[in-house]
Nanobody, 124 residues
């Protein structure tokens, strides 16, 4: 079992920044690739970003490329998502997720463990 706890969400004006954190416990963190997903009101949960076990490979949705940065610190059992130049359409609950293996990291059904989410609200 892996337990994931997100933090860092909040209310921010358009153009602002936030840093989301995902703290993991329970198993060896470096055994898992990490993903970030979001779910806006009335929408399906969608892929945002992912990072490989070592951090050597990162992946982004086209809608956030150049604005968001995913990272991890295996020594701290944590993953991060830096959100910059935020837009109102980025408003959503953001979830981190963990999975073994590294194929198709953009596909949410490949992830086994999920956090409870942290809300990001961007005002115009």
């Amino acid at each position: 079992q892996v337990q994931l706890v997100e933090s860092g969400g909040g209310l921010v004006q358009a153009g602002g920044s936030l840093r989301l954190s995902c703290a993991a416990s329970g198993r060896t963190f470096s055994d898992y690739a990490m993903g970030w997903f979001r779910q806006g009101p009335g929408k399906d949960r969608e892929f945002v970003a992912a990072i490989s076990r070592t951090g050597g490979s990162t992946y982004y949705a086209d809608s956030v490329k150049g604005r968001f940065t995913v990272s991890r610190d295996n020594a701290k059992n944590s993953a991060y998502l830096q959100l910059s130049n935020l837009k109102p359409e980025d408003t959503a609950a953001y979830y981190c997720a963990a999975r073994g293996g590294e194929s198709t990291l953009t596909y949410r059904h490949n992830y086994v463990y999920w956090g409870q989410g942290t809300q990001v609200t961007v005002s115009s």
